[in-house]
């Protein structure tokens, strides 16, 4: 599903490989994910981690956060879950699998009574505007709805905020690099 899901990051192994998702399962059970049909398939995936970062913001990159994809940084006494990735298999997009999944993750933010959850994710559309603009100045357009993007117009959908832009967060020629870096309070309930 991983391949099928991120065909790009696949070419630069940048998608699960089975032992990651041993050591996933092995290091934090509760909090991976996977939304599969009656007869097996597996159509949706979240991985996360607990970790507190410091400063609260800390620049970081996907494989220097996700301990080059083993997650042996897991803190279970950490302040605040990680989401590393969320896919849903490229036949079963648009059904609500993602939002699925994104619910699932705010119940155990709550369960665990973890202070926030949070994320970063690639600029996905970036790299058709980037002669035009900057990294910045694209999130800035997505997030005041002038542009669409398939990641970061989803986690804002999904009641994340925008903080800042993650250079060098993960090689990928679709976002240049770039992540933007969102938080999400599940208790904290904001206004449409």
């Given at each position: 599903m991983q391949q099928e899901s991120f065909p790009i990051l696949a070419r630069y192994d940048n998608i699960w490989h089975p032992?990651?998702?041993?050591?996933?399962?092995?290091?934090?059970?509760?909090?991976?994910?996977v939304v599969a049909e009656e007869d097996g398939e597996v159509v949706g995936s979240a991985s996360t981690?607990?970790?507190t970062l410091i400063?609260?913001?800390?620049?970081?990159?996907?494989?220097?956060?996700?301990?080059?994809?083993?997650?042996?940084?897991?803190?279970?006494?950490?302040?605040?879950?990680?989401?590393?990735?969320?896919?849903?298999?490229?036949?079963?997009r648009h059904e609500g699998i993602g939002s699925m999944l994104y619910g699932?993750?705010?119940?155990?933010?709550?369960?665990?009574?973890l202070r926030r959850m949070i994320s970063g994710g690639r600029l996905f559309?970036?790299?058709?505007?980037?002669?035009?603009?900057?990294?910045?100045?694209?999130?800035?357009?997505?997030?005041n709805g002038e542009l669409h993007d398939?990641?970061?117009?989803?986690?804002?959908d999904n009641g994340f905020r925008f903080i800042k832009i993650l250079p060098n967060y993960l090689d990928d020629i679709r976002s240049q690099n770039y992540a933007s870096f969102?938080?999400?309070?599940?208790?904290f309930r904001y206004s449409s």
């Open positions: 032992e990651e998702l041993k050591s996933h399962l092995k290091v934090f059970p509760l909090g991976q994910f981690l607990i970790l400063p609260e913001y800390a620049e970081h990159t996907w494989k220097g956060i996700t301990s080059d994809g083993m997650f042996t940084d897991h803190n279970p006494n950490g302040d605040s879950l990680y989401g590393a990735d969320i896919s849903t298999h490229p036949k079963f699932a993750r705010k119940e155990l933010v709550l369960r665990l009574g559309n970036f790299q058709d505007y980037a002669d035009k603009m900057s990294a910045s100045e694209y999130a800035d357009k997505v997030i398939p990641v970061l117009s989803f986690e804002l969102e938080w999400l309070n599940p208790q």
